[in-house]
């Protein structure tokens, strides 16, 4: 079984930054196995998709709402994967989610996550 974490969300000003991680908890399988992708869910919204990078880190892709702005990179060697928001703006307010695509298409569809984390909250303040 494969748990996923995310960390480091918060209460950020509107301009400010944030960084979130993702990693793999209480198990043996490495997150360098899986293309990873990061999604938001806002109090009354639908899911959004905010970007996802390949197992390699050779690519990445982002919505259109954060290009820019975010930026995903990883280390396999750490076991993480990061999600860089600058420039937050209050609409970034949301849950932030980490998924793991063992074999997909790029950027994973969303039926192609086997694997989601339970979320971390990011508020920003005007």
């Known amino acids: 079984q494969v748990q996923l974490v995310e960390s480091g969300g918060g209460v950020v000003q509107a301009g400010g930054s944030l960084t979130l991680l993702c990693t793999t908890s209480?198990?043996?399988?490495?997150?360098?196995?899986?293309?990873v992708g990061w999604y938001r869910q806002a109090q009354g919204k639908e899911r959004e998709f905010v970007g996802a990078?390949?197992?390699?880190?050779?690519?990445?892709a982002y919505g259109d709402s954060v290009k820019g702005r975010f930026t995903i990179s990883r280390d396999n060697d750490k076991n993480t994967v990061h999600l860089e928001m600058k420039s937050l703006k209050p609409e970034d307010t949301a849950v932030y989610y980490c998924?793991?695509?063992?074999?997909?298409?790029?950027?994973?569809?969303?039926?192609?996550?086997?694997?989601w984390g339970q979320g971390t909250q990011v508020t920003v303040s005007s």
């Open positions: 998924a793991a695509a063992p074999l997909s298409t790029f950027p994973p569809r969303p039926d192609e996550y086997w694997h």
């Open positions: 209480g198990s043996t399988v490495s997150i360098s196995h899986f293309a």
């Open positions: 990078i390949t197992w390699s880190g050779g690519n990445t």
